[in-house]
């Protein structure tokens, strides 16, 4: 009976694409249970010839990802030597780009995984968005490239993560009649502040909705007409007092939203996203 081969997956980086073909191609024999050994980091010929002879002894294939035309021509010239059988998965694509566009490969292990600066702002700025959402810590204010205001599921927290995708620390702060805004939200540059607003009745019916999913009567206050008309009147007030930019999200994605806050920010920052 016909026994699966262990398979050597190695790689000048982590091995993660190499050891991914691997499985894709085993997941084709159903039947069989195959050994994948992982080799990362891969850097010197010593270690190739360390790896293929092991291989020879274990009658093992090798899957290889080297970037290097160095690294790739030993494995290749190792495997002829002590007849192993060994799979190129990177090279022959890079050799037909090279040859049909001219282009020459930068030939350095590990780009697809590199975390470059952008990545990095993206990451800060997500967070700043989870710890200054809903008006925690309003202290972080100051330190917001952009606030935004408005009633409650006017959908300040879903665009507060879109736009910290672009980049953007972006903190939101709930208007409740009830509840004074933060001192520190009078202090930010109106310029830096988005205020939204909604239809009294579309709001009503999210809300509505936003009530039934959580098991509560839409009886309750929360979606009262009379009661969001006076949180909206409160809304704009404060909006009109801080001199803010107004959005009517009333009929709008979270996309369109976030775009005409982005054209705003071009205009006036020469921000881009």
Not at 102 to 124: C, M, S, T, W
Not at 195 to 211: F, H, Q, S, T, V
Request: proline share 5%.
């Amino acid at each position: 009976m016909a026994k699966a081969p262990i398979i050597y997956a190695i790689s000048d980086s982590i091995g993660e694409t190499s050891e991914s073909v691997v499985k894709a191609t085993t997941s084709q024999f159903v039947q069989e249970k195959f050994d994948i050994i992982r080799v990362p980091y891969v850097k010197s010929v010593e270690q190739i010839n360390k790896i293929l002879t092991e291989a020879k002894e274990q009658n093992a294939i090798v899957c290889y990802t080297m970037v290097s035309p160095e690294m790739r021509e030993a494995v290749a010239r190792k495997s002829i030597e002590l007849d192993v059988e060994v799979v190129d998965i990177l090279g022959p694509v890079l050799k037909a780009i090279e040859k049909t566009s001219g282009l020459l490969p930068k030939n350095q292990p590990g780009l697809i995984h590199a975390l470059d600066h952008e990545y990095f702002k993206r990451v800060a700025a997500v967070e700043f968005a989870i710890k200054y959402d809903d008006g925690k810590n309003p202290w972080g204010l100051a330190k917001a490239d952009l606030v935004i205001i408005g009633v409650s599921r006017t959908s300040k927290t879903p665009l507060s993560m879109y736009l910290a995708n672009k980049q953007l620390k972006v903190a939101n702060v709930p208007l409740v009649p009830e509840i004074p805004p933060p001192e520190e939200l009078f202090k930010v540059p109106s310029s830096r502040i988005i205020g939204l607003l909604i239809d009294p009745y579309k709001l009503n019916e999210i809300r509505c909705a936003r009530l039934k999913a959580m098991g509560l009567t839409d009886g309750a206050n929360y979606a009262d007409i009379r009661r969001i008309q006076e949180e909206l009147e409160y809304a704009r007030a404060i909006m009109q007092q801080l001199h803010c930019m107004i959005i009517n999200v009333s009929n709008r994605a979270i996309e369109e939203t976030a775009s005409l806050i982005l054209e705003y920010l071009r205009k006036r920052f020469d921000y881009e996203s």
